[in-house]
T-cell receptor
């Protein structure tokens, strides 16, 4: 119940296309869902986050879509660029427990 | 602020040797997390501290691993004795939770260091 399941494991998208990464969870007590981006040789960094009282959050080309009833959330990268090539992690937390439950990660490659 | 600082950036050691990884969190952050990242297991939380006190060490793989946080600006992760299967990238992260009107509106961003790439031969 504590898991966050992320898919796909890897993804190749043409430049200009839409990249979509999906995550699913079971614990309805989760109340914060961030996405982290990790470039090779670097630590993960917060990209965008959402709380379950909204269905969508957009920041530039990055959008989180949240489906509370299905217990799923996804990251959409519009107009994907080679500079977006990185590993993306979804995560979740609940209440005052400040540790994050992490997905397995998706390696995204944007082909020029 | 310089961000989370980790040292060394790379460590190569022989099996059986003691390894000490170091972390300086961002000033003012009261949560500190140690992670291990491998291709096979992804990003694993090893242990985390709040106000220098270990809160959850259930992710520490075995007694060979230990972590300390003697003060708010320094933490160590020690492996003794090291084994080849400990080879991984070890990350330290710190955070300063932002409190909302209730725990459900609270959240925190974790700031990661650059990591220490450990190779045990």
């Amino acid at each position: 119940q504590q898991q966050v399941k992320q898919s796909p494991q890897s993804l190749i998208v043409q430049k200009g296309g839409i990249s979509i990464i999906n995550c699913a969870y079971e614990n309805t007590a989760f109340d914060y869902f961030p996405w982290y981006q990790q470039f090779p040789g670097k630590g993960p960094a917060l990209l965008i986050a959402i709380r379950p009282d909204v269905s969508e959050k957009k920041e530039g080309r990055f959008t989180i879509s949240f489906n509370k009833s299905a217990k799923q959330f996804s990251l959409h990268i519009m107009d994907s660029q080679p500079g977006d090539s990185a590993t993306y992690f979804c995560a979740a937390k609940y209440g005052s427990n400040y540790q994050l439950i992490w997905g397995a990660g998706t390696k995204l490659i944007i082909k020029p | 602020d310089a961000g989370v600082i980790q040292s060394p950036r790379h460590e190569v050691t022989e099996m059986g040797q003691e390894v000490t990884l170091r972390c300086k969190p961002i000033s003012g952050h009261d949560y500190l997390f140690w992670y291990r990242q491998t291709m096979m297991r992804g990003l694993e939380l090893l242990i985390y501290f709040n106000n220098n006190v270990p809160i959850d060490d259930s992710g520490m793989p075995e007694d060979r691993f230990s972590a300390k946080m003697p003060n708010a600006s320094f933490s160590t992760l020690k492996i003794q004795p090291s084994e080849p299967r400990d080879s991984a990238v070890y990350f330290c992260a710190s955070s300063f939770p932002r409190l909302g009107t209730s725990p459900r509106t609270s959240y925190n961003e974790q700031f990661f260091g650059p990591g220490t790439r450990l190779t045990v031969l």
